[in-house]
Nanobody
Framework: QLQASGGGLVQAGGSLRVSCVAS????????MSWFRQAPGKEREFVAT????????YYADSVKGRFTISRDNAKNTVSLHMNSLKPEDTAVYYC????????????????????WGQGTLVTVSS
């Protein structure tokens, strides 16, 4: 089970952190990712971190502004978002799965087994 938190309202240019806590003892064996879904749009990949934090990947739209991290001792994954833009407004979902990294399948929602309930991030202009 995944529980996301930390969303809210922020002005453009501001920062926000969303976090996700997982239950269970096998957290470190899962890749953790963040996706987001804006109103009227499909769910899109944001960022991923492998089980041992060896690999991280980001969508081009957030590269250089967002940072994903995880703490396996606390079963948590966080997404630090800086220089936020109005187009970052969306419901942010954390997801756990075992996608492969060599073929970019980590960006496909179908490769994830567990999803959090989502947390709303609103960026005002």
């Amino acid at each position: 089970q995944l529980q996301a938190s930390g969303g809210g309202l922020v002005q453009a240019g501001g920062s926000l952190r969303v976090s996700c806590v997982a239950s269970g003892r096998t957290f470190s064996s899962y890749a953790m990712s963040w996706f987001r879904q804006a109103p009227g749009k499909e769910r899109e990949f944001v960022a991923t971190v492998s089980g041992g934090s060896v690999s991280t990947y980001y969508a081009d739209s957030v590269k250089g502004r967002f940072t994903i991290s995880r703490d396996n001792a606390k079963n948590t994954v966080s997404l630090h978002m800086n220089s936020l833009k109005p187009e970052d407004t969306a419901v942010y979902y954390c997801a756990a799965g075992r996608p492969t990294y060599y073929d970019s399948s980590y960006s496909r929602p179908q490769r994830y087994d567990y999803w959090g309930q989502g947390t709303l991030v609103t960026v005002s202009s």
